[in-house]
């Protein structure tokens, strides 16, 4: 197993639990729901809230540990641009694994574009992959906070339950309403926007990456277009190799084209001396008997 790096499977979610729990410990969850209109801070409400900044991070975390492959990617299609030397076949980038790939195709007589976009949909495929628990952390984001919505919405009417059973007094009802019912409902709509702008941070994020991310597979493609352009005849691949033989076989089918013509036109003029012989030979004969001496 490898060291516990910031890349580690683990790391994003362990960070992510020691950061929420010192917010909430540090009293910052009570602030966050005070700054988003909520009078009090339910337990339940401080926990989901915990709960939802924890996931966020996780959420992030694993966002940015694309970063330095983005970049990576980028430097190694600059270099490809100025030079395609300077590739390395065993290195881990989208250039060289199609500079290999490209190698291979062209020493077994194969067709390069196709390997190559072959590749490339392999590559969309792996990093669409690669995202879906970022992409379904995101998604849980306001599921949570209509979680803690209900959570909260629930313990004011628990709370709120004592007080009809004195219906007869409504100064009880009054003061339970304003104790319980109105600042819980405020806390309960506060764990949802801050659910809400937590998720649409993070989708921002996610959005941006995998744009990136992309335009790496779009430029490694096109360095490999244009070198595959560029390539001498022998080396392109069957398509080139098979122009000579395209050429040669469009100039036969011309000639052969032209003596189609030519028995058509045979064939036309049989046609007409049969049709004049037939004419001849529809008309009456008259015959003369001549006696010789």
């Known amino acids: 197993m490898s060291g516990f790096g910031w890349r580690h499977s683990a790391f994003a979610p362990v960070v992510s639990l020691v950061v929420s729990a010192l917010l909430l410990v540090a009293g910052v969850v009570e602030m966050l729901l005070v700054s988003v209109g909520a009078t009090t801070a339910p337990a339940a409400a401080e926990l989901v809230v915990t709960l939802i900044i924890a996931v966020f991070v996780t959420a992030v975390l694993r966002i940015v540990r694309a970063v330095p492959d983005i970049r990576r990617e980028s430097e190694a299609t600059a270099r490809a641009v100025a030079n395609i030397q300077t590739v390395k076949a065993g290195e881990d980038t989208l250039v060289a694994r199609r500079l290999k790939l490209f190698k291979e195709a062209a020493e077994s007589g194969s067709d390069c574009e196709a390997v190559l976009s072959a590749r490339s949909a392999l590559d969309d495929s792996e990093m669409a992959n690669k995202h879906h628990l970022d992409h379904a952390l995101i998604w849980a984001l306001p599921v949570f906070g209509f ?95 098979a122009a000579p033989a395209m050429q040669g076989l469009t100039q036969e089918l011309a000639h052969s084209r032209g003596r189609t013509e030519e028995l058509v036109k045979g064939l036309d003029a049989l046609r007409t001396a049969v049709e004049r012989l037939s004419a001849v030979e529809s008309r009456p004969q008259k015959y003369t008997l001549v006696r010789e001496p």
Do not use: C, N, W
């Open 147 to 241: 979680i803690g919505t209900a959570l909260t919405m629930a313990a004011m009417v628990t709370s709120f339950s004592g007080a009809l059973d004195r219906q007869g007094d409504p100064t009880v009802l009054i003061t339970a309403l304003k104790q319980h019912v109105l600042p819980e409902l405020a806390s309960a709509f506060g764990v949802t926007l801050i659910a809400l702008f937590l998720s649409v941070v993070a989708f921002g994020a996610m959005a941006l990456v995998e744009r990136y991310e992309r335009a790496s597979v779009v430029a490694a493609d096109e360095v490999f277009l244009i070198y595959i352009a560029r390539l001498p005849g022998k080396h392109a691949g069957p398509a080139t190799q």
